[in-house]
């Protein structure tokens, strides 16, 4: 199937979308401040600049979109056309990550990633189970945890 848009079109189409104040990104942000957690938004003095930063527990996290981050899961596939853009984009995205993570390990924070299949989608954590996930891991001594979706 052919694109709807121009390819000028297309490219001012993808230049809208944001990087940050994504839904999954707000619906955990809301979820954190209605239990009463008090955070930063990304810090750009950081690595990766994280999503939310916690600094009464040293912790970071980021709330990563599946496609953008090219997550193995069912809510990410390659996509059809201009594959080779695409490939480097996604690839270099996850590295990019892997690079900023080590950097913020390094430098003693904790780093925890959130991705969008576990909350939307079929595999999805119910909120309440997903929070109680990140409250877990804020107090403990863990440096480093991720979560997805329930079946991947």
């Known amino acids: ?6 390819p000028e079109k297309r490219s001012q189409v993808m230049s809208k979308i944001q990087g940050i104040d994504t839904k999954p990104e707000i619906k ?13 938004l990304h810090d750009k003095n950081l690595p ?3 999503d939310i930063k916690l600094t009464k527990y040293n912790a970071l996290i980021f709330v990563h979109g599946c496609f953008w981050h090219g ?4 809510l990410f596939k390659w996509p059809k056309t201009r594959e080779d853009f695409w490939r480097e984009k ?3 995205n996850k590295k990019r990550d892997e690079k900023n993570e080590e950097k913020l390990l390094d430098k003693g924070w904790r780093v925890l990633t959130i991705w969008e299949c576990a909350l939307k989608g079929k595999n999805s954590w119910n909120l309440e189970s997903l929070l109680e996930r990140v409250e877990k891991w804020l107090h403990s001594e863990k440096y480093k945890l991720e979560i997805k979706g329930i079946a991947e």
């Open 48 to 50: 990766g600049k994280p």
């Open 71 to 74: 997550h193995d899961c069912h």
């Open 1 to 6: 199937m052919t694109d709807v848009f121009s």
């Open 90 to 92: 996604i690839i270099g």
């Open 28 to 40: 955990i942000r809301k979820a954190l401040h209605s239990l009463g957690y008090r955070y930063r």
